[in-house]
């Protein structure tokens, strides 16, 4: 496979209710599409996970589209790719910047699998099996409001669900939660809200018989978390602090984690996500598939590499109505049966609405295309 163009396209997309998390409240998305063009006329597509501000991780959207444009774009268009693994070795010397390589990386996965003609779960190694998936909720004005959310959520079929907590907001918070709702499958998020300091009011979470307790710890605080884990019944998920199949080595090494959050927009796609998803595997550690509020793009993409069999918890990965009005691909992401059912179209198996994506075009950019979107 030869990729002879890419085109990168930022859109905004209004989410249809705030995200609020322990690190800021999220109205709208900004969010990068690659597009890349094979020798063979079909083209990929990919997304880019990182948001406006540097809040979640390094990087932005502006530091995204720089490395983009400026470094790996130059750098792949033109190039044979002749397997999926090797799609980063020309930037390969680029350090840091994940979320830039993935989303091309992304795209050429996409591209390669169409043109072998098979669908992405395919290629990938995964199985047609329909997925239990949960949703993510987020900080609410009060108690009353995340009943209700709740509630909807559960009627809607989702099979479990995942409640951000920040400090103020968490103790009382799930306790209300499993009080009303004791058969729930419940998990929380912290985004990285607490030191080891608050190990004692993070230890009174074990009575709420929580999946797990995902990044209560900053980013790079692997021996606090080792510390935390060792005095918790709950098991630790990480997600902020893994960035590569090293670091989810080290963390499991050191005891910082019992789970892995596995989001390929993060760890740099999705070659990188299926050696953590190996790496797990092989030590009896569940991973499941996170989220960072994509698009349908990205979203068809975290569902086939969710089809893995290692993915044994559900992954964020939610309806394209939980977040937009109207998503960027056709046809949108549904629930079956409360169940998510992987496409079985080629590539991602999902259409991109050229229409739409014109109409939330914010500037685009291109290397060697023939044909703009
Ligand atoms: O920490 O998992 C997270 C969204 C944006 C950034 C970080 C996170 C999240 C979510 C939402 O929890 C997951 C989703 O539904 O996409
Ligand atoms: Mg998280």
Request: glycine letters at 10%; proline letters at 7%; zero cysteines.
């Given at each position: 496979m030869k990729i002879l163009g890419v085109e990168l396209l930022e859109v905004r997309m209004p989410l249809r209710d705030p995200f609020e998390t322990s690190v800021g409240t999220c109205t709208e998305r900004r969010i990068i599409l690659v597009r890349v063009e094979g020798d063979e006329g079909g083209e990929g597509w990919g997304e880019c996970v990182a948001w406006e501000l540097p809040s979640y991780s390094s990087e932005t959207v502006d530091t995204a589209w720089a490395i983009l444009q400026e470094l790996i774009l130059p750098a792949v268009v033109g190039r044979?790719?002749?397997?999926?693994?090797?799609?980063?070795?020309p930037v390969q010397w680029i350090r840091g910047h994940s979320m830039a390589k993935a989303a091309f990386e992304m795209a050429a996965w996409?591209?390669?699998?169409?043109?072998?003609?098979?669908?992405?779960?395919?290629?990938?190694?995964?199985?047609?099996?329909?997925?239990?998936?949960?949703?993510?909720v987020g900080l609410q004005r009060d108690l009353d409001t995340l009943m209700r959310r709740i509630e909807e959520h559960l009627k809607e079929g989702y099979a479990?669900?995942?409640?951000?907590?920040?400090?103020?907001?968490?103790?009382?918070?799930?306790?209300?939660?499993?009080?009303?709702?004791?058969?729930?499958?419940?998990?929380?998020?912290?985004?990285?809200?607490?030191?080891?300091?608050d190990a004692e009011l993070l230890q009174e979470l074990d009575d709420f018989d929580l999946v797990l307790l995902e990044q209560p710890l900053g980013e790079q605080e692997l021996l606090d978390h080792a510390e935390l884990q060792a005095g918790l019944r709950t098991p630790i998920c990480l997600d902020e602090s893994i960035r590569s199949a090293a670091d989810a080595r080290l963390a499991l090494e050191l005891g910082a984690c019992r789970i892995v959050n596995i989001k390929p927009g993060r760890v740099g796609g999705l070659s990188e996500s299926r050696a953590i998803h190996d790496l797990c595997q092989e030590r009896g550690v569940p991973v499941w598939c996170g989220g960072m509020?994509?698009?349908?793009?990205?979203?068809?993409?975290?569902?086939?590499?969710?089809?893995?069999?290692?993915?044994?918890?559900?992954g964020d990965l939610s309806e394209s109505r939980r977040y937009w009005e109207r998503?960027?691909?056709?046809?949108?992401?549904?629930?079956?049966?409360?169940?998510?059912?992987?496409?079985?179209?080629?590539?991602i198996g999902v259409e991109p609405d050229r229409d739409r994506i014109r109409q939330l075009t914010l500037r685009r950019f291109s290397v060697g295309t023939a044909t703009p979107s």
């Open positions: 044979e790719i002749l397997d999926p693994r090797e799609i980063l070795k996409d591209l390669q699998a169409k043109e072998q003609g098979v669908s992405l779960r395919e290629l990938l190694g995964g199985s047609d099996e329909p997925l239990s998936v949960g949703v993510s479990r669900i995942k409640l951000k907590i920040k400090r103020g907001q968490d103790v009382e918070l799930l306790r209300a939660v499993r009080d009303r709702f004791p058969e729930l499958t419940l998990q929380a998020d912290a985004n990285a809200a607490y030191t080891l300091d509020l994509e698009s349908g793009i990205g979203r068809a993409h975290n569902l086939a590499l969710a089809t893995l069999p290692g993915f044994t918890l559900p998503d960027v691909v056709h046809p949108e992401f549904e629930l079956m049966d409360g169940k998510m059912v992987p496409p079985e179209g080629l590539g």
